[in-house]
């Protein structure tokens, strides 16, 4: 059973366009929410994270939203660029010792 | 960089035989958690070491095993390999045996076919 559930599969945006990327989970006792960006043949890199008691985080170019109550979150990229060509994981993870993770969606900007 | 360094890069072995993954975490933390990452998924938790403990453990079987050494680095060892475990193996390095108190980050992988 996937905790949680990530789409779109594939995006392509515009350079300067917002790339909108979502996440869905049902476990309610899941308390922070990463963000991971994996290039080809990298290990993911935390590109930003949010616990469930703010609905907003931003950090440079990158926000996050996050819906408690419909148990969503979604990553916002402002002004795109072609280098945030990359797939992103969003996560979940209670106090515990795992993330969970979603599927990936590939991005690619197009200059 | 994050300062998680894996071993080696990449890996061919043939069905059956046994294969070793190492990891260094990062300076500081005490925590590493192993993943494996098939082609166009995310990372699957197959176990944490936290303080030389196995700290919880994915749906893997056991021919997955592990080490975690006082310097904190770690080992991953998987037996009689079989095809279906060509993957990116991926370690994370955090801090304090839980995750989502500490930020986590990953190496780089270690990319292992099996032939």
């Known amino acids: 059973q996937q905790q949680v559930k990530q789409s779109p599969q594939s995006l392509i945006v515009q350079k300067g366009g917002i790339p909108i990327i979502n996440c869905a989970y049902e476990n309610t006792a899941f308390d922070y929410f990463p963000w991971y960006q994996q290039f080809p043949g990298k290990g993911p890199a935390l590109l930003i994270a949010?616990?469930?008691?703010?609905s907003e985080k931003k950090e440079g170019r990158f926000t996050i939203s996050f819906n408690k109550s419909a148990k969503q979150f979604s990553l916002h990229i402002m002004d795109s660029q072609p280098g945030d060509s990359a797939t992103y994981f969003c996560a979940a993870s209670y106090t515990g010792n795992q993330f969970y993770f979603g599927t990936g969606t590939s991005l690619t900007v197009i200059p | 960089e994050t300062g998680v360094t894996q071993s080696p890069t990449h890996l061919i072995k043939t069905r059956g035989q046994q294969v070793t993954l190492r990891c260094s975490s990062q300076s500081g933390h005490n925590t590493v958690s192993w993943y494996q990452q098939a082609l166009g998924q995310g990372p699957q938790f197959i176990f944490q070491y936290y303080r030389e403990e196995e700290n919880g453990r994915g749906n893997f079987p056991p021919r997955f095993s592990g080490l975690q050494f006082p310097n904190y680095s770690s080992e991953l060892n998987v037996n009689a390999l079989e095809l279906d475990d060509s993957a990116l193996y991926l370690c994370?390095?955090?801090?304090?045996?839980?995750?989502?108190?500490?930020?986590?980050?990953f190496g780089q992988g270690t990319r292992l076919t099996v032939v």
């Open positions: 949010i616990r469930p008691d703010v």
């Open positions: 994370a390095s955090s801090l304090g045996g839980q995750v989502g108190l500490t930020e986590a980050f």
